[in-house]
């Protein structure tokens, strides 16, 4: 399976219309549904898809503002996100699925598995170097002030994407990373609600957030699994696709 085999979709949610790339044989083996980090899009799992099973149902979400998909100007909060996303899963899925997030896609899938967004239709979680919890932004704030954390998220992702500086999007990566969404940060009362099977997967050379905190991850959410990707980065799925999709394996079988 190559990522220029997967079908593409558009389906309609309450939020706005989502984009995504599909591969669902029948009586797919397992079904997994995966969201990209803060900015980035379906392509960054183009070097995972050689490495999974050819019966496995694969679903790649362009989250809203993202991608292919609608940017409304609304409020992004991951209550918001999670919902378009489940929205969208109903529709492409005909089964229950074990969802997988990186980074901004993780603190998405652990909100709406702590809030029971999903309800019954996720048979377990991936948490991929994971953003959202509280006490990484509780050690960041010790050094910075909210406003220098802002002006220093908005320039790094500026550099990561030179192509979007101006990008007419920008008021999306606003939303998201503004102050007031403290109030969706998870801690262990809010991760310890996820009763979901659980895999934590993280980068050992992840400069982006130190896998120290895939520990309170780990002891957070109960019956949990942790794995440390020997090398990797903030996105394991990337820079060391055949060991996470090792790990995908793992844990679905």
């Known amino acids: 399976?190559?990522?220029?085999?997967?079908?593409?979709?558009?389906?309609?949610?309450?939020y706005g219309r989502i984009h995504?790339?599909?591969?669902?044989?029948?009586?797919?083996?397992?079904v997994f549904v995966f969201l990209h980090g803060l900015r980035a899009d379906v392509r960054s799992?183009?070097?995972?898809?050689p490495y999974l099973d050819d019966d496995w149902g694969i679903v790649l979400l362009d989250m809203l503002g993202h991608g292919e998909s609608d940017a409304?100007?609304?409020?992004?909060?991951?209550?918001?996100?999670?919902?378009?996303?489940?929205?969208?899963?109903?529709?492409l899925v005909p089964c229950s699925y074990i969802l997988v997030g990186n980074s901004y896609g993780g603190w998405i899938t652990a909100y709406g598995s702590a809030n029971g967004i999903y309800g019954n239709n996720i048979s377990g979680i991936v948490l991929e170097d994971?953003?959202?919890?509280?006490?990484?932004?509780?050690?960041?704030?010790?050094?910075?002030?909210?406003?220098?954390?802002?002006?220093?998220?908005?320039?790094k992702l500026s550099m990561?994407?030179?192509?979007?500086?101006?990008?007419?999007?920008?008021?999306?990566v606003s939303s998201i990373i503004g102050k007031e969404k403290s109030k969706y940060l998870l801690g262990r009362e809010e991760l310890g609600r996820i009763k979901s099977r659980c895999l934590i997967v993280w980068g050992t050379d992840d400069k982006t957030i130190d896998k120290k905190y895939a520990g309170y991850f780990n002891d957070?959410?109960?019956?949990?699994?942790?794995?440390?990707?020997?090398?990797?980065g903030h996105v394991p799925h990337f820079s060391?696709?055949?060991?996470?999709?090792?790990?995908?394996?793992?844990?679905?079988?």
């Open 1 to 14: 399976m190559i990522f220029e085999d997967l079908e593409s979709k558009i389906v309609e949610t309450q």
């Open 20 to 30: 995504a790339l599909t591969h669902m044989p029948e009586s797919a083996k397992h």
């Open 220 to 232: 957070y959410i109960s019956g949990s699994e942790l794995v440390l990707v020997d090398g990797g």
């Open 130 to 155: 994971s953003a959202g919890l509280r006490e990484e932004m509780e050690d960041t704030l010790k050094s910075i002030t909210y406003e220098e954390f802002y002006d220093m998220q908005i320039k």
């Open 45 to 49: 799992w183009k070097r995972l898809i």
């Open 72 to 91: 409304p100007h609304m409020d992004y909060t991951p209550e918001v996100q999670a919902r378009a996303v489940s929205d969208a899963a109903l529709q």
């Open 160 to 172: 990561l994407n030179r192509n979007e500086v101006k990008c007419s999007r920008d008021y999306v």
């Open 240 to 253: 060391k696709p055949s060991e996470f999709a090792n790990a995908l394996k793992r844990f679905a079988d």
